[in-house]
């Protein structure tokens, strides 16, 4: 855990451990003991990709963060600035192929969302959305485009990770018949 630790620092990062039901017994409670704390609650959930992936042409899918994708990701409850440092340099750190997508309504940059690659395994992450163009559908645009993406390079499957007081995404996801297969939080020192 020390190394782990000095390793996150070493990038000038924020140290964290996600935990999830694959940790080693034991691993939550030690990392309590010497105080980490449990922080921001997520869903892992999952369905078949194809009902929902389709091409979208407001949708920009981007190699890189950029300030754009930014303004709209640190726009989101969740975000921080040092959130927001380590969102820089994202894709760079994936080990699978990833993009950035950006959504624009009227030429404003809109919605912003995470998606990755792995096999036949889509992942999208990291929704946001301007206020001022929330619920107004676009996060279901979005998990299209996103889906498009994946399936171009043979996905068959979308995994998404929520917040678990994101109960509108929620809800969107169980329209689309995703499902929920597991939660995780991190832990982060006290």
């Known amino acids: 855990m020390a190394r782990i630790e000095a390793h996150y620092r070493s990038l000038g990062l924020v140290p964290r451990f996600r935990s999830s039901p694959l940790d080693p017994h034991g691993l939550a409670g030690l990392l309590r003991v010497q105080t980490w704390v449990e922080k921001d609650e ?7 990709l194809a009902p929902q992936a389709c091409a979208d042409a ?31 340099q994202a894709v760079a750190l994936f ?11 009227g030429g404003v940059a809109a919605t912003t969302m995470a998606a990755t690659c792995d096999g036949e395994y889509c992942g999208i992450f990291d929704f946001a959305a301007r206020p001022e163009f929330k619920r107004r559908g676009l996060a279901g645009r979005m998990i299209g485009a996103a889906a498009q993406w994946g399936a171009q390079g043979g996905a068959r499957w979308l995994f998404a990770q929520v917040a678990a007081s994101n109960t509108a995404l929620r809800g969107l996801q169980a329209g689309i018949d995703v499902e929920e297969q597991y939660c995780y939080c991190y832990f982060v020192r006290g």
Not at 42 to 48: E, K
């Open 42 to 48: 997520s869903l892992v959930t999952r369905g078949p």
């Open 58 to 88: 407001a949708v920009e899918i981007l190699p890189a963060s950029d300030e754009t994708w930014l303004e709209v990701t640190g726009t989101a409850e969740y975000q921080s600035e040092a959130r927001r440092a380590e969102k820089r």
């Open 95 to 105: 080990s699978i192929p990833a993009a950035l997508l950006v959504l624009r309504e």
